[in-house]
């Protein structure tokens, strides 16, 4: 059954979808709606996610706090920029090359979307190869400083959960 369905519960979910989109549960809009969801959890199967195992899921609930309380440090620190409140003249944007030890792909981008998210940084490479990242910052005062929050305050977290 695996074999001809590999996930049936994401087919019945596309299933369902396409029926509501369709507005009608019809024969043809059920066989159309069947060859879809059949096609997407083939595709879905073809994929091959890597299996996720989560280690310490006790630090989860620290790490979500501590990236709420980012986001919103780092709003009200742009917003300060955007409207010019801050010292003219001492906003330099720049880029850090911050080096990685994570190898989690999963890990990789739980970091990715917590850097994105925060405003005034973003996630713009990774070089699997060298295990580095590149990340704008909007305010870039201290490299070294990005680099020990990257990799203190997020990345060992992550690394905890993860690897």
Known sequence: MRRILPHPLIALGLLLSWLVLAGSASPGAVLLGGAIALAGSWALASL?????????????????????????RSNVAVVRIILGRSVAGTRRPGFVHIPLDMRSPQGLAALACILTATPGTVWVEY??????????????????????????????????IFE
């Open 127 to 160: 070089d699997s190869t060298e295990g580095t990242m590149l990340l704008h910052v909007l305010d870039l005062i201290d490299e070294a400083e990005w680099v020990r929050i990257v990799k203190e305050r997020w990345e060992r977290r992550l690394m905890e």
């Open 48 to 72: 091959a996610p890597p299996r996720l195992r989560l280690r310490r899921l006790a630090v989860l609930p620290g790490l979500l706090r501590d990236v709420l309380a980012e986001v919103v």
